[in-house]
């Protein structure tokens, strides 16, 4: 074995803010990823739940933590990643995986600070910004936004504003403290706390919305609908101009992780 399991997230899964720009510049292409040293991945249970196992022995996070969930299927999906890898890992290729890390190393530290980051996206969410024109695209706004203006005051008891144009319009603090609550309730306590608020985090940050978001974790809307819901503006675009072959690749690597999220949401649906 020419890698122990233990020192596997080493440089592999570090975050894109900590790369150092210029050591890659130096370097040249990108750096070689790491060859596959393992057989075979699985799931082990222990006593802080359930781990990926490769050929037997636990994986770490960057942060040295366990690589461990308290359910049994997302271990399992996430076990699927590492076995579905090739000759060489990719992490890129492994979404779910990288949003544990996440959850664990970051996320279950800063529970509160994650949940503040996400209710402050309603103060500016998406959905309240809207055109006056061209006639279609205010059309397609408000078909795509609208049920989620309602979702949010009837089911989160939060009462957004909507305004025309692109100058800020500041959110009655009632309606962002009620989304803060929303969210911590989704969240819950306990093991699952971290893994769902990890992928509310996630869905908020690729959206732009925090309404969007805890529609998918709440089962409002589906992630394809969520997904277009979130590009409402962008297909207008598209549908006038044309596709940017460039745009579209980093949309679909996004989707990716949206997919990913909204897996995990699934997961811990109704979990404690």
Known sequence: MSRDSENLADGLFVPNEERNPLRAAVQGARPELPKRFYKSAGVGETEDGYAVLLDGRTVKTPARRT???????????LAAEWAAQGERLAPSSMPLTRLV???IDG???????????VAKYAGSDLVSYRAVEPAGLAAAQAEAWDPLLAFARERLGAELAVTSGVMFLAQAPEAIAAVAAA??????????APFRLAALHTMTTLTGSSLIALAVALGEMDVEAAWAAAHVDEDHQISAWGADEEATARRARRFVEMKAAARIA?????AA
């Not at 308290?70 to 399992?76: E, G, H, K």
């Not at 969210?183 to 699952?192: Q, S």
């Not at 699934?266 to 109704?270: H, L, N």
């Open 67 to 77: 690589l461990t969930t308290p359910s049994s299927p997302l271990t399992a999906a």
């Open 101 to 103: 890390n996440s959850a």
């Open 107 to 117: 996320v279950a530290e800063r529970m509160d600070e994650v949940v503040a980051d």
């Open 183 to 192: 969210v911590r309730a989704y969240a819950g306590e306990g093991p699952a």
């Open 266 to 270: 699934e997961f811990f649906a109704g």
